[in-house]
């Protein structure tokens, strides 16, 4: 026994082939041989121990049986655990040597055992948790520089398996050479025990010559007694898709942020409590603010004490409800000047769809306020100027609608006069003198009349009831002295001059007047030219229209017309304001103008509903 | 002043769309010794100075319906006459037209409202004594 004991602390501990022993055969030993170079190794073992309860001695026994029944030698391994837990192989070939001998050879198989083993674990092992995936795999015997890589691997690459000679150098080729010296580094920290694995992620060149972004990942599975790495298994991942996404990800963030610093626009970024978490450099400028004093709940300090509430109130309904935040307010700086700014915001949902911040733009509107405000007065101007313009127009209408009588009365009052001077006036021609005088004067009444009531702004004048009749003539002193001195036909139509109409008399008349000088600006020129102006009843209301003979409006400015500004007129000669103004007014009388695309000349129409109070008989 | 009428015989036209204008006119010009027609458009008016060739002077409005003024002043010049009646424009109405009223043979513009006594002289100075060609006034037209 003591010999077999020796013998297996012999196989266990040592590192080299040990010998050979001989037991008795059968189902007892009765003999050992003795091996020269196995020390301790002189004894036959006790049969005793040799049938003990180990499992070895079992095994040796079975063997031993196994051998002698078969008549050859039996090989087979076995393994034992050493010294301080290590895992020890040997391989026992047990040859008879005679009816009942066997004769017993041991070595020690384990570095190239437990590489096998190895070999076998981690290849099976990873091949099994890469089955489906894309890695490759590769086993690198670190002291020899063979390297086994996987079909899968050679493939990541372009190649056929028998493609890649089976040495680290088919490896260290393909990677880029700008990638390799910080990759062997890598790599040589792995193997100083620095790094728990290998991983890098490295360009690694395929047959095509194209590149491909590799991770890869490794980590030693064997190493020498002496610390030395003996195995290295690791797998490679192509990520040039995600490398690529990485590198996209990246130029857009860096697009990203250089856009904002350029942008002309304000940005700013809050998380959800609406604490600022950025700022760009237009934002800074725009509120006054540093980047630092806008962060957190500083860039409220931004805004101006008066708008404070309404941003506010917006903020809320915006953070609550959402939908977008756009307001108008002004911001103020640390001088008291302030801006007037537009900002518009949207929340930021994550992938779970809460929101958990906003992002938003500021852009500094206050040239744009101002000349808004400078273009709200200029059209005031030149709504204003429009009207005077219009007030001219008519005063030289009524002028030379008072130059006649004016002519007629004074010279008959001259001529009264010289006659009575001369003692030649009798009682006749006075009174026909004087009957002349009145119906003059009563004519100039009426157009000055006309005037006082026409000249004016009119606006908030209660409406008075009219007769259809007598108002259009009114309207007409304005202009029919234009219209007729122009050889324009003027045609009017009142079947029933009689009605009353409760009338807005001083714009209404504006409006008519405006759409006769429009009416005598088409036709003017025109052979045969001619305008209808006409007023009639139409159930409780009436109906006014100016017809003329023009050439019409083109179909594609009909709906144009109506804009204020929009003029089909040379620069400087129309303001484009009579329609729209015009239609203002009768909107707000509670009528409506509109262009009668039905009628075969171009017809303007005003309708005034309810305002008729006596129904006029039709006139022959 | 009508003791002894300097226009006698002569025949004055008075051309105007207003009634009351022209009666005005009339009478102050037949107050003068003058035998007055009239007319109340250029039309009306172009008739009249056909039938009567040896009208002393024409009176006529400016704007007026179917043929104003200035188209009865065209019309006159262009009759084929060796002499033709004087024409002055007698209008409160200011056309651009009437700055070529030289070309039109226009000899005068009177403007409405005017006094009796500018009446008087205007005729006095235009009119065409009988059998002879008016000269024109220097500094008449505007």
Known sequence: ?620 | MFTDPPFAGCVVLVVDDDADMREVMSGVLEDLGLAVIEAKDGLEAIALVRANPGLCLILSDLKMPRCDGLELARAVKELPWPTKPPFVIVSGYSDPALGRAEELNILSILRKPFRLEELRALVARSIRPLGSTPEPVPGSLD
Not at chain 1, 183 to 205: G, M, N, S
Not at chain 1, 568 to 575: E, K, L, S
């Open chain 1, 1 to 620: 026994m003591p010999e077999l004991v020796a013998l297996l602390r012999l196989v266990r501990e040592s590192t080299s082939p040990i010998g050979a022993f001989a037991l008795r055969g059968g189902t007892s030993f009765e003999e050992l041989g003795r091996n020269p170079d196995a020390e301790g190794c002189g004894q036959a073992p006790a049969r005793a121990d040799l049938y003990g309860a180990q499992p070895f001695t079992t095994i040796l026994e079975r063997r031993g049986q196994e051998s002698l029944s078969a008549g050859r030698a039996v090989t087979f391994e076995h393994r034992c655990v050493g010294p301080g837990g290590a895992q020890r192989w040997c391989q026992l070939t047990v040859q008879p040597v005679g009816p009942q001998r066997c004769m017993w050879l041991a070595a020690d198989i384990t570095p190239a055992k437990v590489e096998e083993v190895s070999r076998l674990t981690y290849a099976e092992r990873l091949d099994y948790a890469v089955r489906g995936m894309n890695d490759g795999i590769w086993d690198w015997r670190v002291d020899t520089g063979e390297v086994y890589f996987s079909p899968r691997w050679c493939e990541m690459l372009g190649y056929a398996p028998d493609e890649v000679p089976q040495h680290l150098s088919s490896w260290s080729e393909s990677v880029h050479p700008d990638d390799l010296p910080w990759v062997l580094v890598e790599v040589e920290r792995h193997f100083a025990r620095q790094t728990e694995r290998y991983e890098t992620t490295h360009r690694v060149r395929t047959k095509s010559g194209e590149w491909r972004w590799i991770l890869d990942r490794g980590e030693v599975v064997l190493w020498s007694s002496d610390g030395r790495p003996l195995r290295m298994v690791g797998a490679h991942t192509d990520v040039t898709g995600q490398k690529h996404i990485e590198h996209q990800l990246r130029d857009q963030e860096r697009r990203t942020a250089a856009l904002m610093q350029l942008a002309p626009v304000g940005i700013y970024q809050t998380d959800e409590a609406g604490n600022c978490i950025f700022v760009n450099e237009a934002w800074c400028n725009i509120a006054g603010l540093s980047p630092e004093e806008a962060l957190g709940s500083g860039w409220a300090r931004a805004i101006h004490p008066d708008d404070l509430e309404a941003v506010g109130a917006e903020w809320q309904r915006f953070v609550t409800e959402g939908g977008l935040f756009h307001l108008s307010f002004r911001f103020v700086d640390k001088n008291g000047v302030s801006r007037h700014v537009l900002s518009r915001a949207s929340r930021l949902i994550n992938d779970h769809g809460v929101p958990d911040g906003t992002v938003g733009t500021v852009i500094d509107i206050t040239s744009e306020r101002a000349q808004e405000e400078a273009l709200t007065q200029q059209r005031a101007q030149m709504a204003a100027s429009s009207r005077l313009a219009a007030l001219g127009e008519m005063a030289g209408g009524l002028a030379h609608e008072l130059n006649t009588p004016l002519a007629v009365m004074l010279l008959t009052v001259e001529q009264l006069q010289a006659q009575e001077r001369e003692g030649q006036l009798p009682r006749e021609r006075l009174m026909r003198g004087l009957s002349r005088l009145e119906s003059t004067l009563g004519r100039v009444t009426r157009i000055m009349k006309s005037l006082r009531n026409f000249a004016r702004d009119g606006e908030g004048d209660a409406p008075e009831p009219v007769r259809l009749g007598g108002f259009i003539e009114d309207v007409l002193y304005f202009c029919r002295e234009r219209i007729l001195n122009h050889g324009i036909r003027l045609n009017v139509q009142i079947p029933a001059p009689e009605a009353e109409a409760r009338l807005g008399t001083t714009q209404l008349a504006q409006v008519l007047l405006n759409l006769l000088n429009n009416a005598h600006d088409a036709v003017v020129g025109q052979e045969l030219a001619w305008i209808e102006v006409s007023a009639e009843v139409v159930g409780d209301g009436v109906r006014f229209a100016v017809t003329d003979s023009g050439p019409g409006i083109r179909e594609d400015l009909r709906a144009r017309i109506f804009e204020p500004f929009f003029t089909t007129r040379p620069v400087g000669q129309g303001t484009g304001l009579g329609l729209p103004i015009s239609k203002g007014l009768i909107e707000r009388m509670g009528g409506r103008l509109r262009l009668d695309v039905g009628a075969p000349s171009t017809r303007f129409v005003v309708e005034l509903p309810g305002v008729l109070t006596t129904q006029g008989e039709p006139s022959a």
